[in-house]
């Protein structure tokens, strides 16, 4: 017997940080980037992933999160069955991807579908987000919905997530920076500024109600305005030391080489920038510029 699932990656628009303190947020779904989970009879519970094989309680502490799913799912169907659950595809860990929601996702879905628990969609992403919990301190939903969501996302933490099927009209072009990000400590590191900070807090306000003017914008189709809010928001993560000189250096490019607006996208201290382009031409050659500073590139239509 065999159960499988493929789910795809996310990368957030704008309203990282904010989110976790109840603003709006945006996000949308990568379908190029996704991890399929396999879950098959085996002599043992057995991990099998890129960089892990081996019994699967006895993975490293990066996997805490799939092992909390694993131990709930087999609970839930009252089963100690012997299993062998496989990751294949690749999305970047700690770039901001949500490939940790992802493969949480996936792993639940798969084990509902081979335990036939026909759980609803409520119960999957409360297991889904509280993986997340697990892996990052603090988990706003957002990257859960995101990769169960084939559209873009709206999401505040109090309405949860709202499908938005309505295009810029416009290019997007996702770069990372090899720079490993870290966002239990970067959301730490903005905590730390909001408790002792007035104008921390402002701040977070107002990437807080950047999101409602993209909104506003991408429903306008009016790709100039979200380009300069994307850089009044990365000017505003930087303001938090979420920043690295590699970030500022593509951001020097991305504008200079006719970027609408360009910012970092997820935790920060490292992961993925987003640009956004007018034509799949300049988002080309933004990243051609660019190449020396990053590890590979992705353009989608927005």
Known sequence: MKSSYLAHGKVILIGEHSVVYGYNALAMPIQALNIRTDVEDYDQLWMDTKLYQGPFYDAPSD??????????????????????????????????????????????????????????????????????????????????????????????????????????????????????????????????????SVDANKRIERLGQLADDTMSSWTKHDSQKVGQIFNEAQDILASFKLSTPKIDDLRKIALANDALGFKLSGGGLGGIVIAVCDSQQTAKKIAAKSKDLINESWIEEI
Do not use: W
């Open 63 to 196: 996997y805490d999160g799939l092992k909390y799913v694993v131990k709930t799912m087999l609970e839930k169907a009252n089963s100690d069955e012997k299993l062998k659950i496989t990751y294949t595809g690749e999305i970047p860990m700690e770039r901001g991807l949500g490939s940790s929601a992802t493969v949480a996702l996936g792993t639940t879905k798969a084990l509902n579908d081979y335990f036939n628990l026909n759980l609803s969609e409520d119960e999957i992403m409360a297991i889904t987000n509280h993986a997340e919990m697990i892996n990052h301190g603090k988990a706003s939903g957002l990257d859960a919905a995101t990769v169960n969501s084939d559209y873009l996302v709206f999401f505040n933490k109090q309405d949860g997530p709202k499908m938005i099927k309505s295009k810029l009209g416009a290019y997007l072009l996702i770069m990372d920076t090899g720079e490993l990000g870290n966002t239990r400590e970067a959301v730490g590191l903005v905590r730390k500024q909001l408790d002792s």
